[in-house]
């Protein structure tokens, strides 16, 4: 009877212990949720290998600065409404910076105004928007990068050089940006005879389309330049449909496994390849500074961005920008 009442003893205070350790693990988990910092990351879209590498550089930084984190973006690069209704969410939920990409330079000025007028921090990066109230701006120096494709697109063969140009959104401040400092470096040359543009959306099957298209209308082309993931890779699909790629120069924007694939059997003979990684990674550690009393305003942080061809692919530093972080 004795040893019962020792067992029962026995187990009520071992029953009552790890209840007391549960609760306190649970109070733990509880206030190191509740103090946590909300960061929302509102991106130009989801799927491609571009944003995938944003969004790790940016779940490190947010792990490394503890800090609560939401990444979102549209289906489709053209969706500025959607955008906008994105932003209002992470107002409403309590974000005290989003770090953001613009679909439309103009179209989502409005909504990053309120935002900021409600007290949220405004980080940019990839693609800026049209507004006072940017404490920082992240990315690629995208004239440069343009100027960059320039010269990669002058060291085609020929005396005579026609330049079909492929790229999205007319609205989307980069891309602009891109073809504008192309347009400085080609329109140097001499051997540039014409330049030609059209806009697609941003997708593989109607860039591939409109790349199409574009070169039945001017058989002349003989160089092509294009300034983001899904562009490049419709314009490589094109030139494998139409059997150019011994004719053509082709320039393009940003790296995936197709992309690279492409650089290696001659569809594409130039990337230009961004750094999304540290775009993300450091547009949320930017989050943190602003959170902790820092104060950027206005500044611009430049990302680093290479050009690689089939002469250069191999080496180490170009296959750590060509194969993002996962």
């Not at 020792?6 to 306190?24: D, Y």
Request: glycine share 8%; hydrophobic share 40%; net charge negative.
């Amino acid at each position: 009877m004795r040893a019962n009442k020792k067992k029962q003893s026995l187990a009520f205070w071992v029953s009552l212990l790890l209840m007391a350790a549960l609760a306190f693990e649970g109070c733990g988990k509880e206030s190191a949720t509740a103090g946590k910092r909300y960061v929302a990351l509102v991106t130009k879209s989801m799927d491609s290998a571009f944003w995938k590498s944003v969004y790790a550089g940016a779940t490190a930084a947010a792990t490394e600065y503890n800090l609560q984190i939401s990444m979102v973006g549209p289906k489709r690069e053209e969706d500025y409404e959607t955008q906008n209704r994105m932003i209002e969410e992470a107002v409403e939920n309590g974000a005290e910076v989003i770090v953001f990409s613009a679909v439309d330079y103009n179209a989502n000025s409005e909504a990053i105004d309120e935002a900021a007028k409600k007290g949220v921090k405004i980080v940019v990066i990839d693609s800026d928007v049209n507004s006072g109230q940017v404490s920082c701006r992240i990315g690629t120096d995208n004239r440069e990068a343009g100027k960059m494709a320039g010269e990669a697109a002058l060291k085609a063969e020929g005396e005579e050089l026609y330049i079909g140009i492929v790229n999205y959104d007319i609205n989307s401040a980069n891309g602009q940006q891109r073809e504008e400092g192309f347009r400085e470096i080609a329109g140097a040359d001499s051997r540039v005879k014409s330049m030609h543009t059209i806009n697609v959306v941003s997708t593989t099957e109607d860039a591939r389309e409109g790349t199409i298209r574009m070169l039945k209308e001017y058989p002349e082309i003989n160089v092509i330049v294009t300034f983001n993931e899904w562009t490049s890779l419709g314009v490589g699909w094109a030139i494998r449909d139409l059997d150019l790629a011994e004719e053509t120069q082709v320039v393009a924007f940003d790296s995936n496994v197709v992309s690279v694939g492409m650089l290696e059997t001659g569809e594409v003979d130039a990337l230009i390849v961004q750094n999304p990684y540290a775009m993300g990674y450091l547009g949320v550690e930017e989050a943190y500074h602003l959170l902790n009393g820092g104060n950027a305003s206005g500044a611009v942080v430049d990302t680093a961005t290479t050009c690689v061809t089939r002469e250069n692919m191999f080496e180490p530093e170009c296959q750590r920008m060509l194969f993002s972080f996962d």
